[in-house]
């Protein structure tokens, strides 16, 4: 990373992002080594800042101080950087509102930032397959598809990560992956907090634009998609694009949480929804007849991501005698713990036959001592290295968009309760997530 020195350059630094997520991220790298000594980081905004009262927002001190400088407007950032010396490779991310992302690529190529530049921008990626696909036409007549990096922070999870090679490189799991083993697939992602300071943005969004469009798409194409011929970005890419080109939805329920349309910033006859509960199809050899569930919300009961197998049943139950069939699940622990749980049935010990499920469990805490890094450490470390798996493309982003389109601020909005999740109108056995617990010394959820 040396020989290729890079300055990262943040537009919009003093913001939320910026002090919360992106300079602590850039702070570990350069501290464990992982960023090249010579990485230069640029603040960028609006406000005038000296460096001095830039590096003082983030409490940086030395060594990682004498790297931060500040630059106020993209005006002149040419030079700014040229001061510091001669950079291979610059990777700017746009830590703004979408709605400038386009203007902010063609004042970047004005101001002469070429082909040694990257951009890393955020979602919403549009708000709508239009809007979606009018931002990466925009931005393509500035920037080459290589040289933009989407970011979904799921993907950087650890435990997400993880999907893919717990998938194609065990070969236990791999004869089971399809519609004749596996009764339905359930994502579900719920969180306690509400919309917060950031009602602006989310009463024009929704929790389907906001979560389903994005991350737990994202989720469903990596449980689901066929095995890539190579781990090159490009191939993920196109097997998440073939699948996407599979799903469609055939019912889905909104509903907002009591109380909403009195959050400040909120319309107080807001039809937004802060849940969704959703049922897809996947129209492919592998998964016709299986279907997908997905739910999520915000000021729900807890604060939990997880994916469900459920496994179809025996065909026939030689141990009926002692109790009902219980089927298989494997569940995916995204967050807060991370892990995988196989639900199986085994006899109690004694001298009677008796059932019961017990469980085998992988647990990120009981099986590795490292520490979990942070989502937008590996995002940022993965643009400086020109690798864009855990990105996502032009193609995914308008083909989930199309998917979502039908139902967007579609059909009636049920309500529930702050602190509890709606009932809900699927026919659907939900997997109890919470029944399941990695015995990690975390405690359960
Ligand atoms: C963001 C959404 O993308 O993800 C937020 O805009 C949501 O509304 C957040 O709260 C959840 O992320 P995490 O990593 O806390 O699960």
């Known amino acids: 990373m040396e020989n290729a020195r890079t300055a990262i350059i943040i537009l919009g630094a003093s913001g939320d992002l910026a002090k919360r997520k992106l300079i602590p991220a850039l702070l570990n790298l350069c501290r464990e080594g992982v960023m090249g000594q010579s990485t230069a980081i640029i603040g960028c905004g609006r406000s005038a800042f000296t460096d001095g ?22 005006a002149g950032l040419k030079h700014h950087i040229a001061d510091k010396g001669e950079f291979s490779r610059v990777i700017i991310f746009f830590s703004l509102p979408p709605l400038v992302y386009s203007e902010t690529a063609h004042e970047l190529v004005s101001e002469g930032f070429g082909s040694e530049t990257s951009i890393i921008i955020e979602k919403p990626f549009g708000a709508d397959y239009q809007t979606a696909a009018a931002l990466n036409r925009q931005l393509a007549r500035y920037f080459d598809e290589s040289r933009i990096y989407r970011n979904d922070h799921y993907l950087a999870k650890e435990a997400v990560q993880n999907i893919l090679v717990f998938r194609f490189a065990n070969s236990l799991f791999y004869p089971v992956w399809n519609n004749q083993f596996i009764e339905s697939i359930q994502i579900s992602a ?13 009463d024009t969004a929704g929790i389907l634009r906001d979560m389903v469009q994005n991350h737990l798409m994202q989720l469903l194409c990596l449980m689901t998609m066929e095995p890539p011929h190579s781990l090159a970005p490009e191939r993920i890419a196109e097997k998440k694009v073939e699948l996407l080109r599979a799903i ?38 592998r998964w016709a007849g299986t279907p997908v569930y ?23 139950n030689v141990f009926a005698q002692y109790g009902p069939a219980s089927c298989n699940e494997i569940v995916f622990m995204i967050q807060p713990q991370e892990g995988i749980i196989i639900s199986t049935v085994s006899k109690e010990p004694g001298n009677e036959i008796r059932l019961k499920q017990t469980a085998m469990t992988f647990c990120y805490h009981n099986s590795f001592t490292k520490e979990i890094p942070e989502a937008y450490e590996r995002l940022l470390l ?64």
């Open 53 to 74: 009262e830039f590096r003082a927002l983030f409490n940086a001190s030395e060594p990682f101080a004498s790297r931060l400088s500040y630059h106020k407007g993209i």
């Open 190 to 202: 719920a969180e306690t907090q509400g919309v917060g300071s950031r009602a602006a943005y989310f």
């Open 248 to 285: 469609s939805i055939e019912s889905c329920n909104r509903y907002q949480y009591e109380g909403y349309t009195r959050e400040p910033g909120v319309a107080p006859d807001s039809l937004t929804e802060t849940y969704a509960e959703l049922k897809l199809r996947i129209d492919n050899f």
């Open 294 to 316: 997905l739910r999520c919300g915000k000021k729900l009961d807890r604060d939990s991501t997880e994916i469900g197998i459920r496994f179809k049943n025996l065909p026939i």
């Open 382 to 445: 993965d643009a400086v290295r020109g690798d864009h798996t855990l990105f996502v493309t032009a193609a995914e982003t308008e083909l989930s968009w199309k998917i979502l389109e039908p139902v967007l601020d579609k059909g009636d909005l049920g309500s529930y309760p702050q602190g509890d999740a709606p009932a809900g109108k699927m026919e659907v056995d939900w997997i109890e997530f919470g029944n399941y617990c990695c015995n990690c010394s975390r405690p359960p959820i």
